[in-house]
């Protein structure tokens, strides 16, 4: 089955600096690759999505860039704000129905 | 308002009391799953269902049964709990395969 492995576990920016998460997955199949944020006390909310026919996508201050390639993904937010403080999460699809989960990222911005 | 509840939110039991924890979306959403979350696990599918009456197993089934005999409801079931079925479960719902997950707010249990 489809492996994700999520780096790193803790992250810790200054406001106003920018963050990378970086997943790597084992099934050359995937073909979605979503990122979900999770605040304290809550579920986990989708951010942003790619697919494999595309390199990278861009929401205002979010990007997530893949290398098919590579197996890698990342996740890039910009000019970091105290309210991206969360625990992130990627995942990676290869078209059945299981999504398969990283482990998680635990980012805390600095003011 | 479009939203995925869970219920209990809270719940402590011990070990071998049957329990179920209800899932419930008004998205109209034919594809709905179970996680449980655990420190250093990240989220890990329990069940999911593609539609009424069609269920399979995710990555953790073990000691956990599901239905899905409408649409908008999902419980999950735990027959006979045991201590390392401690954790935070969420329940999510999605209008496609691949899709957006619309997650509930969580169930954390605690089996003792």
């Known amino acids: 089955g489809e492996n994700v492995e999520q780096h790193p576990s803790t992250l810790s920016v200054q406001e106003g600096d920018s963050a990378v998460i970086k997943c790597t997955y084992s099934d050359s199949a995937s073909n979605y690759f979503p990122w979900y944020k999770q605040e304290l006390g809550k579920g986990p909310q989708l951010i942003i999505d790619?697919?494999?026919?595309?390199g990278e996508k861009k929401d205002q201050r979010i990007a997530v860039t893949l290398n098919k390639t590579a197996k890698h993904f990342s996740l890039h937010i910009t000019e970091t704000q105290p309210e991206d403080s969360a625990v992130y999460f990627c995942a990676a699809s290869w078209g059945n129905e299981k999504l398969t989960f990283g482990t998680g990222t635990r980012l805390t911005i600095i003011p | 308002e479009a939203q995925v509840t869970q219920n209990p939110r809270y719940l402590i039991t011990v070990t071998g009391k049957k329990l179920t924890v209800t899932c419930s979306q008004n998205m109209n959403h034919e594809y709905m799953s179970w996680y449980r979350q655990d420190p250093g696990l990240g989220l890990r599918q329990i069940y999911y269902?593609?539609?009424?009456?069609?269920?399979d197993k995710g990555d953790v089934p073990e000691g956990y049964k599901v239905s899905r005999k409408e649409k908008r409801n999902f419980p999950l079931i735990l027959e006979s709990p045991s201590p390392n079925q401690t954790s935070l479960y969420f329940c999510?719902?999605?209008?496609?395969?691949?899709?957006?997950?619309?997650f509930g707010p969580g169930t954390r249990l605690t089996v003792t």
């Open positions: 790619i697919r494999s026919n595309v």
């Open positions: 999510a719902s999605s209008p496609v395969l691949l899709g957006e997950q619309y």
């Open positions: 269902s593609m539609n009424v009456e069609v269920t």
